[in-house]
């Protein structure tokens, strides 16, 4: 009765998410709501409060883990932003075709998310598109882009997306083998999307307008932080990899680097201009949208406790039998619950035993739950921070208009994936 209340709560939940404004309720307001009201009822009809708390504290350690690692990169990108760095990448880019610059977007955003990950990538991207777009159509058809190539960069990298980290820090895959099982896939991925927005997308694009004050900054200003900032987001799975940290401490030491940058900068002034002042930057980062994450989280934290994550898995085994179907279906499951606890439950399914290392379903689960997240804006992190930086990216318009070409494109490279194995063992060891 409890888990089918909280089932019921869960999807009523993501129902006014999805209705934002014709509900006229902030979608923060909503995720924080939701998530905290499945703890309160969990709490209350688990009969094991003991059990429970343990259970919260385990799922905020993950959450806060997550919350610290955004908020990092958005005061980094908020640093470079209020001094006007981003003009460094932006000052180049002299197309004002549309087309031109929806290409440009996908391929630095494809790329980058494999350097650096989905979620930093999105926040990095999504600033350089309202510096460079003044027109709100023609940026939202760019932040839809942005998503779908974040999330198709971040699968093929085992630094990219968070879910292709835990399978090869878990051993299921191996960092040059899921480089060259899932490059090609994953650009498909993003091609046909691309290709087809070039057909509905036209004009020239009006170049937002930097504004011009006394406290400007120089160019040795920008540039410098520029550097520090982007190459500090660049050097955050270096430290990861290299120190065996969360990359919340990572990102978090590049804050700290990029803060020690800022205040000797400051010093060349007679009066410290709000740039650079971080207390006054501190005050652009979209707090709304990280507390938004913290709700959506909290809520996927509630299911995983249940078990009823673990739950469907075993459901869709029982009835599918296929791994190769049951890894497409988790590919859909993750554009509406968070892609970390549905691969950590598949991970709790199957043992190295089952499938060992570098099978073909570790592959294409990174694939699938890597870039399902796109056919919702709400699917991934990349989606939710996209909506966090630009208000008037909608649940509904994004379900309209850029979900079928996800969708399109994250059948096509699941499809080439299985055409390029269709020889291969897809069957369970011993099974």
């Keep these: 009765?409890?888990?089918?209340?909280?089932?019921?709560?869960?999807?009523?939940?993501?129902?006014?998410?999805?209705?934002?404004?014709?509900?006229?309720?902030?979608?923060?307001?909503?995720?924080?709501?939701?998530?905290?009201?499945?703890?309160?009822?969990?709490?209350?009809?688990?009969?094991?409060?003991?059990?429970?708390?343990?259970?919260?504290?385990?799922?905020?350690?993950?959450?806060?883990?997550?919350?610290?690692?955004?908020?990092?990169?958005?005061?980094?990108?908020?640093?470079?932003?209020?001094?006007?760095?981003?003009?460094?990448?932006?000052?180049?880019?002299?197309?004002?075709?549309?087309?031109?610059?929806?290409?440009?977007?996908?391929?630095?955003?494809?790329?980058?998310?494999?350097?650096?990950?989905?979620?930093?990538?999105?926040?990095?991207?999504?600033?350089?598109?309202?510096?460079?777009?003044?027109?709100?159509?023609?940026?939202?058809?760019?932040?839809?882009?942005?998503?779908?190539?974040?999330?198709?960069?971040?699968?093929?990298?085992?630094?990219?997306?968070?879910?292709?980290?835990?399978?090869?820090?878990?051993?299921?895959?191996?960092?040059?083998?899921?480089?060259?099982?899932?490059?090609?896939?994953?650009?498909?991925?993003?091609?046909?999307?691309?290709?087809?927005?070039?057909?509905?997308?036209?004009?020239?694009?009006?170049?937002?307008s930097s504004q011009s004050s006394k406290d400007a900054p120089s160019s040795f200003e920008k540039s410098t932080l520029f550097i520090a900032g982007i190459g500090g987001l660049l050097m955050v799975p270096v430290i990861k990899t290299v120190f065996h940290v969360p990359p919340y401490i990572a990102m978090l030491f590049i804050l700290g680097v990029l803060w020690t940058v800022v205040e000797l900068l400051a010093r060349r002034h007679e009066s410290i201009p709000n740039r650079l002042n971080i207390h006054h930057v501190i005050k652009d980062v979209d707090t709304p949208s990280v507390l938004f994450f913290a709700g959506i989280l909290l809520a996927v934290g509630v299911l995983e406790a249940t078990g009823q994550l673990e739950a469907l898995a075993k459901i869709l085994e029982n009835i599918l039998g296929d791994v190769r179907i049951i890894t497409i279906i988790i590919g859909f499951l993750s554009a509406v619950v968070d892609n970390v606890p549905l691969v950590a439950a598949t991970m709790g399914m199957y043992d190295l035993k089952s499938f060992p290392h570098d099978h073909l379903m570790w592959e294409f689960i990174a694939y699938c739950a890597g870039t399902g997240g796109s056919m919702l804006v709400i699917g991934s992190a990349a989606g939710v921070a996209a909506m966090g930086i630009d208000r008037n990216l909608s649940f509904g318009w994004y379900l309209k208009r850029i979900a079928p070409l996800a969708l399109l494109g994250y059948l096509a490279g699941a499809g080439i994936y299985l055409l390029m194995n269709m020889k291969g063992n897809w069957s369970m060891v011993g099974g």
Excluded at 36 to 63: A, Y
Excluded at 182 to 204: A, D, K, M, Q, R
Aim: charged fraction near 10%; include cysteine; hydrophobic fraction near 55%.
């Design 1 to 208: 009765m409890i888990l089918t209340a909280i089932a019921i709560i869960f999807i009523l939940g993501y129902l006014a998410i999805a209705l934002e404004h014709p509900l006229k309720v902030n979608k923060s307001a909503s995720a924080l709501f939701l998530g905290t009201v499945l703890w309160l009822v969990w709490f209350k009809g688990s009969g094991n409060v003991h059990q429970v708390s343990e259970q919260l504290f385990e799922s905020f350690g993950g959450l806060a883990q997550i919350l610290f690692f955004l908020m990092g990169a958005m005061t980094i990108v908020a640093i470079i932003d209020a001094n006007d760095g981003f003009s460094v990448i932006t000052s180049r880019i002299k197309t004002s075709n549309v087309k031109v610059l929806l290409w440009i977007i996908a391929w630095l955003s494809f790329f980058l998310s494999a350097v650096l990950d989905n979620l930093t990538t999105t926040i990095v991207m999504m600033t350089l598109t309202r510096k460079l777009i003044s027109d709100t159509k023609s940026r939202l058809y760019m932040a839809g882009v942005i998503v779908i190539a974040a999330n198709a960069g971040g699968a093929w990298s085992p630094i990219g997306d968070v879910t292709t980290t835990m399978l090869w820090i878990g051993g299921q895959i191996s960092a040059l083998g899921i480089v060259k099982s899932l490059i090609l896939p994953s650009i498909v991925c993003l091609l046909l999307p691309v290709i087809v927005f070039t057909f509905f997308i036209s004009g020239e694009i009006s170049h937002s």
